[in-house]
């Protein structure tokens, strides 16, 4: 286990509903990032946040939005859900030491599901 | 922007039998990275190739990463049902602010 954990587990919403899904990074690592896996598919890049400042975007609209807090977990929250907004919701940590985007070994946390119906 | 594929999707082996996965992007890489998602599971990291040509070994794995920085190669020796995952292969472009584009995955089944 990578000690990265998520919250809620699974989570069944309709379209237009706003959700907030959770993330605890590993002890000790600063950044925190955030995909979208579909099914079959592989994980797509929203952002990432290093000490509390995004720090590198994917192309997702703006409706996808997200804060880090001072303990570094993190939060995704995304508004006006759509149907295609179904998908495994992934958090990653790592440690990072520069602004311009961490991407060394992450460290993925089991996901949380959503169903938009 | 920049694509990251795979081939093959899917691969059926039986146990034994070698297996290699290869990734090739539209883009020169900075570095690329390699994990694997067991079924129901989240990625996890296999390995970091920064260098031109650069060869790691883990075990039966063995990783390669394109003279151009642009290909990279998985090879697993003599499966084992252990192996059965999707392979994902993920790079960054070179510019400061390039994120960490993803292909798709190879799906490998190994039969005993």
């Known amino acids: 286990e990578t000690g990265v954990t998520q919250s809620p587990t699974h989570l069944i919403k309709t379209r237009g509903q706003q959700v907030t899904l959770r993330c605890s990074s590993q002890s000790g690592h600063n950044t925190v990032s955030w995909y979208q896996q579909a099914l079959g598919q592989g994980p797509q890049f929203i952002f990432q946040?290093?000490?509390?400042?995004?720090?590198g975007r994917g192309n997702f609209p703006p409706r996808f939005s997200g804060l880090q807090f001072p303990n570094y977990s993190s939060e995704l929250n995304v508004n006006a859900l759509e149907l295609d907004d179904s998908a495994l919701y992934l958090c990653?940590?790592?440690?990072?030491?520069?602004?311009?985007?961490?991407?060394?070994?992450?460290?993925f946390g089991p996901g949380t599901r959503l169903t938009v119906l | 922007g920049q694509q990251v594929m795979q081939i093959p999707q899917y691969q059926h082996v039986q146990e034994g039998e070698d297996f290699t996965t290869y990734c090739n992007s539209s883009t020169t890489l900075s570095n690329i990275q390699w994990y694997k998602q067991r079924p129901g599971g989240h990625p996890v990291f296999l390995i970091q190739l920064v260098k031109s040509g650069e060869v790691k070994k883990q075990k039966r794995l063995t990783f390669q990463f394109g003279e151009a920085k642009k290909n990279s190669s998985l090879h697993i020796t003599a499966t084992q049902t252990t192996d059965v995952g999707t392979y994902f292969c993920?790079?960054?472009?070179?510019?400061?602010?390039?994120?960490?584009?993803f292909g798709k995955g190879t799906m490998l089944l190994v039969s005993p």
């Open positions: 946040y290093y000490r509390e400042e995004e720090n």
């Open positions: 990653a940590s790592s440690l990072g030491g520069g602004q311009r985007g961490n991407y060394n070994e992450q460290f």
């Open positions: 993920a790079g960054r472009g070179t510019s400061g602010y390039s994120t960490l584009t």
